[in-house]
């Protein structure tokens, strides 16, 4: 009986397992890198929550996007290394994430006043100095 219970459940958690793994497959992710002029990357990474991370969690709601994980290097590195605010994002799949329109639908209801949205995003951008888009995947360490 014990042979055939513990027999079960590794059974189980095999299949569980493969479940997950099936699902995860097509997920892509892409972590956005930004480099803030000295000085503004508080006022970037508020602009960036007020303006952009609602839309984000729209897209989540929807199961466009699985997470959103966003962080900020608690040390400092050399000017050529440095990043001031990297963005984790999870997308359903590749086509999703290369959708440009993804977001624009949540756009009007969320910010009333389209105009103000540019001017704070167009003034978010102005305080980069650079940034990049990498897309990773996770690995299986045995």
Known sequence: MKK???????????????????????????????????????????????????LLKKAIEKADIISVTASKPKLHSSEDSRWDFRVTIVFKNAALAFDENLTVPYKKALYPDLDKLTKDEQHRFELLVAHWDIETENIVVP
Not at 6 to 23: C, G, H, M, Y
């Open 4 to 54: 055939y219970l513990l027999l079960s459940i590794l059974l189980l958690s095999l299949i569980s397992l493969q479940a997950q793994t099936k699902n995860s497959v097509d997920y892509f992710t892409v972590e956005n890198y930004y480099k803030v002029k000295w000085g503004f990357a508080d006022e970037f990474i508020h602009l960036w929550t007020v303006n952009h991370y609602p």
